[in-house]
């Protein structure tokens, strides 16, 4: 059957809405993807037990028996998602070159091979002489000073003087299936650090932050 020239013209016009309904749904879907992720919420807490030694604890209350104090610190959100047509060009052309009825463009050739995320750099799990854990991108463990106690001829505690003695951290290199945790963990308490320590050293806490999340940022730990 013959299409007369009025119906012809009402099936071009419904097959312009169509494309024109799709077009508009992916515009809707590309704009609610690139919205921002809503910020985090840390809750830090810093615990001191009775003989003074510190620990940092992320969203885990402090052990009993031990002083608390606790932080709220807002994470900066996760960057917007970068719409379809930035991340798939020649799929989102083809779309539109069909809806349109042109043939799409020759994809762009190109020989370069695509960047793999490379693990972050080596971490030690180092304790101090008096008990302290840290994290350390240092193969040489650090040295530090251990105070002596000082006594007199007769046997008695002199606290006029002063002595120690220098004693190396205990180092061992942590393994490949644990990098990421700690990682992670060393930018969190970066970030403690940075903005729970007070105004005086901001500066210099907060560059040491930005840096150690760059390095996990680019590396095959990044979420």
């Known amino acids: 059957m013959r299409a007369t020239p009025a119906l012809a013209s009402c099936i071009a016009l419904a097959m312009a809405s169509g ?19 809503a ?16 620990t940092l604890q992320n969203d885990v209350p402090c052990p009993k028996g031990t002083r608390q104090q606790q932080q709220v610190v807002e994470a900066p959100p996760a960057p917007a998602s970068v719409p379809r047509e930035e991340r798939m060009p020649a799929p989102a052309a083809a779309e539109r070159a069909d809806e349109a009825g042109k043939p ?24 101090t002489w008096d008990e302290r854990d840290l994290l350390t991108e240092d193969v040489t463990p650090a040295e530090r000073c251990a105070p002596l ?9 002199r606290s006029d003087a002063a002595a120690c003695e220098k ?30 320590a007070g105004a005086r050293q901001d500066d210099d806490r907060r560059r040491e932050y930005e840096l150690l999340k760059a390095k996990l940022a680019q590396s095959d730990c990044a979420p």
């Open 19 to 37: 494309a024109g309904v799709l077009s508009s749904a992916r515009d809707a879907a590309a704009q609610e993807s690139a919205k921002p992720a």
């Open 39 to 54: 910020a985090r919420t840390i809750h830090i807490f810093r615990c001191t037990d009775a003989a003074g030694r510190v």
């Open 104 to 127: 799409p463009p020759a994809p762009a050739s190109t020989n370069a091979a695509p960047l793999v995320p490379a693990p972050p750099p080596q971490l030690y799990a180092c304790r």
């Open 149 to 157: 106690q000082v006594v007199a001829a007769d046997g008695s505690a």
């Open 167 to 196: 004693v190396k951290d205990q180092c061992e290199a942590v393994p490949a299936e644990s990098l990421c945790t700690a990682w992670q963990r060393r930018v969190d308490e970066a970030e403690f650090r940075w903005r729970f």
